[in-house]
């Protein structure tokens, strides 16, 4: 299962890639690939790859952003994926008047 899959099911779905569409019912989470690194392994064995993907957690209050953040924290714990948080941080949008949290995951697959 793959980290999109696994956070799609939090905020009753509304996961979207880059930006939410106008109007997005919250809360909300909005994915976008940061980088994505191949790594070399040795004697031909399976190819991997480290994917940095930045999940940002949107909602009208600030508890209502946190919650997100932490049902998509234990949504990656309860999975077989290999991941490693890198930051965690708070912001606020005055423009669309939204509380955010910013998870930045470092992804093995």
């Known amino acids: 299962m793959s980290a999109l899959a696994v956070a799609a099911h939090v905020a009753d779905g509304r996961v979207f890639p880059n930006i ?3 109007n997005a019912q919250t809360p909300y ?3 976008a690939r ?3 690194a191949p ?5 031909n064995g399976a190819p991997i790859d480290n994917v940095r993907l930045q999940l940002d957690c949107f909602d009208t209050t600030y508890a209502g952003a946190v919650a ?4 998509v924290k234990a949504a990656l714990a ?3 994926i290999t991941h ?3 930051l965690e941080q708070d912001q606020f949008e005055p423009e669309a008047l939204l509380h955010r ?3 930045d995951f470092s992804i093995w697959h």
């Open 84 to 86: 490693l948080l890198l």
């Open 68 to 71: 997100v953040a932490e049902a």
């Open 20 to 22: 939410a569409p106008n």
């Open 78 to 80: 309860a999975s077989a």
């Open 34 to 36: 940061i980088s994505s």
């Open 29 to 31: 989470v909005v994915y």
């Open 101 to 103: 949290v910013i998870l």
């Open 39 to 43: 790594e070399n392994t040795l004697a």
